[in-house]
């Protein structure tokens, strides 16, 4: 009987030491998570009024609010669009009306850019004539600071190696084909903006640019959208892998002839885009 007791006892004060460290773990962790979120609010606002008074739900509000404009513009909220004029009107309006800032706007000349009608596309290899359909889901698209063209004649293309980024590039090109004036220059893309392309285009007199994607993964076959220098004087559209690889090839065959046709019509000139500056 009395080692039962004992043994009671025992399972008692173990019992008893087991209910006491649960209660210790559960304060302990009570006071690390009340410090930790004390410690992160602190984090959060130690570095000023400004910082505090940003929500990610405010955030997350705005945000929808634009994309709103994006889905009612066409899926754009780009510069000399309903979607840019709407955003610039959405965030002018917020802080005249909800803010102590002082809102001011100015304006500057940004080149506006019309594609007037589809263009037309249309290769000859050697005799054999190939038309292609426009279209960013097709062959061919126009690249944004297109200038009209209008080819009565074919212009020969010259494939521009590497990536058309570097003086090189070009160089070499022009050692190849003696000279790239009243020629098409046909670029791979990648390593450098469109825009940077176009530049060394003008330098070297090509009469049109078209670049290409690169066919690397499936997705990397169509054309694609982009813009070039605002200030050429030639046409430039985005052509798919394919035409570039039937070209690319034909071009090397020195006896072989390969020109180009192109037809497109657009309007350039410079409008005002409007800036918006607040301060304290």
């Known amino acids: 009987m009395m080692k039962k007791t004992k043994i009671y ?5 173990i019992l008893f030491l087991i209910i006491i460290t649960i209660a210790l773990v559960a304060s302990t962790l009570g006071i690390v998570v009340r410090q930790s979120k004390t410690e992160t609010k602190n984090v ?23 994309q709103n404009i994006a889905d009612e513009s066409n899926s754009t909220r780009a510069i000399h669009t309903k979607g840019f004029n709407q955003t ?9 009306t909800n ?3 002082k809102v ?17 596309l249309s290769t000859n290899i050697n ?11 097709h062959d061919f698209t126009y690249l944004r600071n297109s200038e009209s063209s209008d080819f009565n ?10 990536f058309g980024c570097d003086e090189s590039d070009w160089l070499n090109a022009t050692s190849s084909s003696s000279s790239l004036r009243d020629k098409i220059a046909l670029i791979k893309r990648g390593n450098c903006t469109f825009t940077e392309k176009s530049l060394l285009a003008v330098k070297y007199g090509v009469v049109g640019l078209l670049i290409y994607n690169d066919g690397t993964t499936p997705n ?13 004087t030639f046409p430039a559209l985005s052509i798919s892998y394919q035409i570039a690889s039937s070209l690319v090839n034909a071009i090397q065959n020195v006896a072989t002839n390969v020109v180009v046709r192109i037809h497109i019509s657009t309007t350039k000139y410079p409008e005002p885009v409007g800036n918006i500056c607040a301060h304290t």
């Not at 610039?88 to 005249?96: P, Q």
């Not at 005799?127 to 889901?137: A, D, P, Q, R, V």
């Open 9 to 13: 006892i025992v399972l008692g004060i």
């Open 127 to 137: 005799g054999l004539e190939m038309n292609y359909t426009y279209g960013l889901k």
């Open 220 to 232: 990397r076959y169509s054309p694609v959208s982009g813009r070039v220098d605002q200030n050429i």
């Open 44 to 66: 959060e606002c130690n570095e000023g009024a400004l910082v505090c008074s940003i929500s990610s739900n405010d955030l997350m509000k705005h945000l929808q609010q634009l």
């Open 153 to 162: 004649t074919p212009f020969q293309v010259t494939s521009i190696p590497n």
């Open 104 to 120: 001011q706007t100015e304006y500057f000349s940004y080149m506006k850019f019309i594609l007037n009608n589809t263009p037309m």
């Open 99 to 101: 803010t102590n800032l």
């Open 88 to 96: 610039f009107d959405y965030i002018y309006n917020y802080l005249k």
